[in-house]
């Protein structure tokens, strides 16, 4: 009797510790699979990754959204697709049930507003094993050459296209359209 309830224990225990490895393991891949589902543009591995409520945040400039999973899929993903982006991830790590990763991001607007990639710090927390939070620290913006590109885009559409005014904070794929367009336009 007694050598039953030692191998039950031992079961018990292996069962366990085999449970919160593959837990572990499985946080990461899922933070890994959601940065190559940016890369790739691909909404629907973006849906099966992400919680039906997600927030976006960036604590150093109090930026601070919450998306449902249609809006960050259809909306926001359609729009950062518009600009061609690469995500690679330099380094992730799983700290108890938060990922973290530092991840390069270039497209064609970062590439116009400051001429080099993003180099940011992303925190990924989950609930029920989907990504329901993704908090940012940009560790290379350069504020000052962010600001005077964007600027200088935005006085020259406003002299010489004021019709497309307001494309710069319409996050959705017709305003990355138009923000596309302004580029041409200023670059031409």
């Known amino acids: 009797m007694h050598r039953i309830l030692i191998i039950s224990v031992l079961v018990l225990v292996t069962l366990?510790?085999?449970?919160?490895?593959?837990?572990?393991?499985?946080?990461l891949q899922i933070a890994k699979a959601y940065f190559t589902a940016l890369d790739e543009s691909n909404s629907s591995k973006l849906k099966e990754?992400?919680?039906?409520?997600?927030?976006t945040s960036i604590?150093?400039?109090?930026?601070?959204?919450?998306?449902?999973?249609p809006e960050?899929?259809?909306?926001?993903l359609k729009w950062d697709s518009?600009?061609?982006?690469?995500?690679?991830v330099l380094e992730i790590t799983l700290?108890?049930?938060?990922?973290?990763?530092?991840?390069?991001?270039?497209?064609?607007?970062?590439?116009?507003?400051?001429?080099?990639?993003?180099?940011?710090?992303?925190?990924l927390k989950f609930e029920d094993d989907k990504i329901s939070v993704i908090e940012t620290e940009y560790l290379n913006f350069d504020e000052e050459t962010w600001g005077k590109n964007r600027s200088e885009l935005l006085n020259w559409i406003s002299e010489n296209h004021p019709d497309m005014n307001g494309f710069i904070n319409d996050q959705?794929?017709?305003?990355?359209?138009?923000?596309?367009?302004?580029?041409?336009?200023y670059n031409n």
């Open 82 to 88: 518009v600009f061609n982006p690469t995500y690679k």
């Open 16 to 27: 366990t510790s085999c449970k919160n490895s593959k837990d572990k393991l499985d946080k």
């Open 172 to 185: 959705t794929e017709a305003g990355g359209m138009k923000f596309l367009k302004a580029l041409e336009l």
């Open 95 to 123: 700290e108890g049930e938060i990922v973290k990763a530092k991840v390069s991001k270039m497209d064609s607007r970062i590439q116009f507003f400051m001429q080099r990639p993003f180099v940011t710090y992303e925190v």
């Open 49 to 55: 990754l992400i919680a039906d409520s997600l927030i």
């Open 72 to 76: 960050y899929v259809n909306k926001w």
């Open 59 to 69: 604590p150093e400039y109090d930026y601070k959204v919450r998306y449902s999973k």
